[in-house]
């Protein structure tokens, strides 16, 4: 799935424009971008690779006779391709503990969202980072609302902002990171542990792509936190001063479809992201973790996105009344009644994981039989995993025969079996 030049192009189109659209001193980072994408084109076509331990479906990719061009050819160390509903379609090495950098914040804003009330002014407390800290420029003593503090935390990735909410929604930052923990546990996120609000690099702060995409997929269920990843860029006025957010998300405006979420960058977690996007009803996140540089991680996102939508599409397994087989009446000696399927199956299949297996199971009956009782299923399998059940109905109704005529219908079924 090597695509260099028309994702180089793609991407030099959206930084142009975006250029036109932005103030001037957003300029210069954004020619800045430029440079990179065009300085990293040839090492991330090099470097690119499907390798032994990625799986599809959950298996190793080899086992499914795909050709290697078929699959994600990418350069992370650990990452995922997760369905709205949980399925991981593609992964690398997705329950290895990696540092989470700013994709931490993700777990930040659902603590800001879930104990600070919307509109609720808030105050910034003293604010400690280290010069290379990325910041939205608060200050001691600023007057933001909780949505104006949670923009700044995510939109443009603020350790200001995290530090900010850690102090105001419990006191101080271990009490804060106490929260993240215990909120951790309760989403199912078993291999992760935060140390900070913020994502820096600490011993005993790590995830996993797996549980990043738990969290991303819990995050994308609120309203408001959904509304704020998706924001290309925002403004606001606090009592001291105007801000102009941008988001560091470059895909929200260069890939179809593009709805969140994060980013992340510390030395000891590399470029990494997590981006989500939604095509005819089907959204899919992608989470790319350790890519060596800024931009090869939006291009392995798009990558695994564009796999995703390429091979995991809606596909049509069977149509209502679609006559399937007859059921046996047993209370007659020759009568069957037909049996059709429901309802519509219809859902999305990654094409690549083998055939889609098909089996009938009709159930024997006795009358009376009315129109639509269920009288056996059809199951769908894709490599003995079950992927849909729809009942088989009756299109018939049979009535009981008269009762000297079941007297007969019986004395001829027991001669007929005499000898079984």
Avoid: C
Wanted: charged letters at 20%; a negative charge; proline letters at 4%.
């Amino acid at each position: 799935m090597k695509k260099p030049a028309s994702e180089f192009l793609g991407t030099m189109y959206s930084i142009l424009k975006i250029s036109a659209q932005r103030r001037w001193r957003s300029l210069l980072s954004l020619l800045l971008a430029a440079l990179m994408l065009a300085t990293t084109l040839v090492p991330l076509t090099g470097q690119a690779q499907v390798l032994p331990q990625d799986q599809l479906d959950g298996q190793a990719w080899s086992e499914f006779g795909v050709q290697a061009e078929l699959m994600p050819d990418v350069t992370m160390a650990a990452g995922a391709l997760v369905t709205g509903d949980g399925r991981v379609l593609w992964s690398r090495n997705i329950d290895e503990h990696r540092a989470p950098a700013s994709i931490t914040k993700i777990m930040t804003a659902i603590l800001a969202f879930e104990h600070l009330q919307a509109g609720q002014e808030l105050t910034m407390p003293p604010m400690r980072l280290e010069p290379a800290e990325s910041r939205a420029f608060l200050r001691e003593g600023d007057i933001l609302t909780r949505e104006q503090l949670i923009e700044s935390l995510l939109i443009v990735s603020g350790n200001d902002a995290a530090q900010a909410i850690a102090q105001i929604v419990a006191d101080d930052i271990p009490s804060f990171v106490k929260l993240m923990n215990e909120r951790a546990v309760e989403l199912g996120m078993n291999d992760s542990h935060f140390h900070d609000a913020s994502g820096l690099d600490f011993p005993d702060q790590y995830t996993t792509a797996r549980d990043l995409a738990t969290l991303a997929r819990f995050a994308m269920t609120k309203p408001e936190f959904r509304e704020v990843v998706g924001s290309i860029e925002t403004s606001f006025t606090t009592n001291r001063r105007h801000h102009d957010l941008h988001n560091t998300n470059i895909l929200l405006q260069s890939y179809n479809g593009a709805t969140g979420i994060k980013t992340g960058r510390t030395t000891g977690a590399g470029f990494s992201v997590i981006v989500s996007a939604e095509r005819n009803g089907l959204e899919l996140y992608a989470i790319v973790l350790g890519t060596g540089a800024d931009l090869t991680r939006f291009f392995e996102a798009r990558r695994l996105l564009d796999f995703g939508f390429t091979h995991y599409r809606e596909k049509k397994l069977a149509l209502e009344s679609t006559v399937v087989g007859a059921a046996q009446v047993t209370n007659f000696p020759d009568k069957t009644v037909q049996v059709a399927v429901a309802q519509d199956v219809s859902l999305p299949v990654l094409d690549v994981a083998g055939t889609i297996d098909q089996h009938i199971e009709i159930n024997t009956t006795r009358s009376p039989v009315r129109r639509g009782d269920e009288l056996g299923f059809m199951t769908f399998t894709q490599r003995d995993r079950l992927i849909a059940r729809v009942p088989l109905i009756a299109t018939q109704e049979v009535n009981d025969p008269f009762f000297l005529v079941q007297w007969y219908y019986n004395a001829v079924i027991a001669w007929r079996n005499r000898g079984q």
